[in-house]
């Protein structure tokens, strides 16, 4: 390991989590591992879920499909997001699964498999209240007119939930009426859709009728709720660690101050643990004289500004602190945990934001599932 800062994915929680989220649904799982699995790694994941009996993944970006790809060639793949306008020729050829969300769209895609003399698999997407991509449910005729479009198969169509992850499932609801709606004029106007799928983590969980055909297990894969109201029951373990070791340790006087801008003045003899790991490596910086880590199974308080490449601690209580401990950031140490959930109350944001925002430049290391081969 070149750096002393470091994120631990335990592969083995990985699998275990989703085998907890197959015990709530009948339906087909395919897991969303967009973002570099959310921060996790792409292709370890999705090799770990593969042995776990997953054959379909979502992604947001063609990228990261070919990406999947390269390393998966006969992997199902869909793009769930917007698609590149001008790669058509591309899905066609790499057999990657589209969102499709306006006839135009559609008409491109039928156009590249003609041209290449294949057929293109599209899902469809709907929106039944997310207000961002999709049909609407005025747009029936415009969906019938894709289903004619030749060298095309529809094989999925599909939304996402606003409030999926809320106890009152209200407008969750609301959205699934509507999306059955549609399904059902699109039906009668000949349309044969064999997969439906609506489901993330949270309706998994608590939404039983909306999980059809197949579901799309994201943040709970990697072991974090989907909300403080939802998934607490459920058992689910952090997948990543994020750590570091201590680069220097020094003691400051009353009145020294720590950091850019002088943010930190000492109120009394206060001993400081270094680490080099800062803002370029996804630790936030509004996080600066508020958030802790552990060190020695005991939090200790962030000091000073958090700097590109270095963070400081206030170790005072904590007795024989030395350069080389590990400190974490998220996770387990002794008796206490930092998960990225308590992170991101920290920040006023969610978890998914501080897994993702794990930079590339901090190392992965994988800890291979039990009885791997």
Not at 79 to 96: L, M, N, R
Request: one cysteine or more.
């Amino acid at each position: 390991m070149v750096r002393q800062a470091w994120a631990e994915v335990n592969l083995q929680a990985l699998k275990d989590n989703y085998y907890k989220l197959q015990a709530y649904t009948q339906s087909e799982m395919m897991p969303i591992v967009k973002a570099d699995a959310y921060g996790h790694g792409i292709i370890p994941v999705v090799k770990t879920l593969m042995n776990c009996g997953a054959k379909r993944f979502g992604v947001a970006l063609l990228q990261e499909a070919l990406e999947l790809k390269a390393a998966f060639p006969k992997l199902d793949i869909m793009v769930i997001g917007a698609p590149e306008i001008d790669q058509w020729d591309t899905y066609v050829k790499e057999d990657i699964i589209p969102a499709i969300f306006n006839f135009s769209q559609a008409r491109a895609l039928s156009e590249a498999a003609v041209k290449l003399g294949r057929r293109a698999r599209l899902h469809l997407k709907i929106d039944t209240g997310m207000s961002r991509i999709g049909f609407r449910d005025t747009d029936v005729s415009e969906i019938v007119k894709i289903g004619s479009l030749p060298s095309l198969f529809i094989e999925g169509i599909f939304t996402h939930f606003a409030t999926a992850d809320q106890k009152d499932l209200t407008f969750a609801r609301q959205q699934l009426k509507r999306f059955e709606i549609l399904f059902e004029k699109l039906k009668k106007a000949g349309l044969k859709i064999p997969i439906r799928h609506a489901a993330n983590t949270a309706a998994i969980l608590q939404f039983p009728e909306a999980h059809f055909e197949l579901v799309r297990p994201g943040i709970g894969l990697y072991g974090l709720v989907p909300s403080s109201q939802v998934g607490a029951q459920v058992g689910l373990e952090p997948v990543m660690s994020w750590k570091a070791k201590v680069s220097h340790f020094k003691k400051i006087k009353t009145g020294e101050t720590v950091s850019y801008g002088r943010t930190f003045q000492a109120a009394y003899p206060t001993a400081v643990a270094t680490i080099p790991l800062g803002y370029a490596d996804g630790l936030r910086r509004a996080l600066s004289n508020y958030g802790e880590m552990l060190i020695h199974g005991r939090r200790s308080t962030m000091i000073g500004r958090i700097c590109m490449d270095q963070t400081m601690l206030d170790v005072t209580k904590i007795p024989g602190v030395k350069v080389g401990d590990v400190v974490t950031i998220l996770g387990k140490d002794g008796y206490e945990q930092i998960t990225a959930t308590e992170m991101a109350e920290w920040l006023g944001t969610i978890s998914y934001e501080i897994t993702c925002g794990i930079s590339q430049r901090v190392p992965r290391i994988y800890l291979e599932p039990i009885g791997n081969d």
